[in-house]
């Protein structure tokens, strides 16, 4: 059975950094596109960050210049490199995955940004 785990999450202060990891689990025979998408309280979830088997990376508005997405596929693990951070940033953080074809979400973590 594919599941995806993330992890990185935490409480963090305004301006700073924190990487998160979603790492794949099961049989995998082929990875497609990667992302990480936010929910923050009352608001819809969001794309944060996508990246391709090819490595093109597109960013919501609002992190472009702070946060990096980035994959390894021979570690069939995702990360999400963050700086500048602030408090409207905070939200649960989902990792996105195709993988076999098919989409999984992890379970999401939580990402507090401290004023």
């Known amino acids: 059975q594919v599941q995806l785990v993330e992890s990185g999450g935490g409480l963090v202060q305004a301006g700073g950094s924190r990487k998160l990891s979603c790492a794949a689990s099961?049989?995998?025979?082929?990875?497609?596109?990667l992302g990480w998408y936010r929910q923050a309280p009352g608001k819809q979830r969001e794309m944060v960050a996508t990246i391709t088997n090819s490595g093109r990376t597109n960013y919501v508005d609002s992190v472009k210049g702070r946060f990096t997405i980035s994959r390894d596929d021979a570690k069939n693990t995702a990360y999400l490199q963050m700086n500048s951070l602030k408090p409207e940033d905070t939200a649960i953080y989902y990792c996105?995955?195709?993988?076999?074809?098919?989409?999984?979400w992890g379970q999401g973590t939580q990402v507090t940004v401290s004023s």
């Open positions: 099961g049989t995998i025979f082929s990875i497609g596109m």
């Open positions: 996105y995955a195709v993988l076999n074809e098919r989409v999984y």
